[in-house]
């Protein structure tokens, strides 16, 4: 199956569709999405991405982030992967967007309208091998320490997002 992105202005408008190797490879603006999902003891779940995957393979990321298709909505997709991914459902709701621009040593460069969901979840994750290889949950405060000390550990969309969804879980806390 030919996977294929959604191509889209900086405003996300969507002005086409593209094979999604291509998009990379020509680093074309896309829609994209990251999944963040947190225990009810406020932890972030983390997964190590498979050693298989063709850019950032073994580095760690949020729970999971992909690409909505042509014809689906970003909600339904992020749900779909996380399934997919992981191996289980849960509500999800949009935080907050952001683009970004990252090259990876392959040739192939993200440049990605990135929308951001987060969830809760507290039962069995069945993580696919074909995507994950180990999963994790750490504390914010953990991960905010990690990426200062071990930045080349993370993946580099991760590396920015998760400023901006500290920030986020900061205030809500607050709320």
Known sequence: MIEEVILVDENDT?????????????AILHRAFSVFIFNSNNEMLLQQRALSKYHSAGLWTNACCSHPRPGETTLN?????????????????KVFDFTYKASFDNGLTEHEFDH???GTYDQNISPNPDEVKTISFMT???????????PAKY??????AFPKVYDWWKASLLS
């Open 77 to 93: 997709a992020a749900k779909r992967r996380l399934n997919e991914e992981l191996g289980f459902d849960t509500n999800i709701k």
């Open 155 to 160: 993946t580099a969309w991760f590396l920015i």
């Open 140 to 150: 914010m405060d953990a991960i905010l320490s990690s990426l200062t000390s071990e």
């Open 116 to 118: 951001v969901f987060v």
């Open 14 to 26: 969507e002005i086409g569709k593209m094979e999604k190797m291509e998009a990379h490879e020509k």
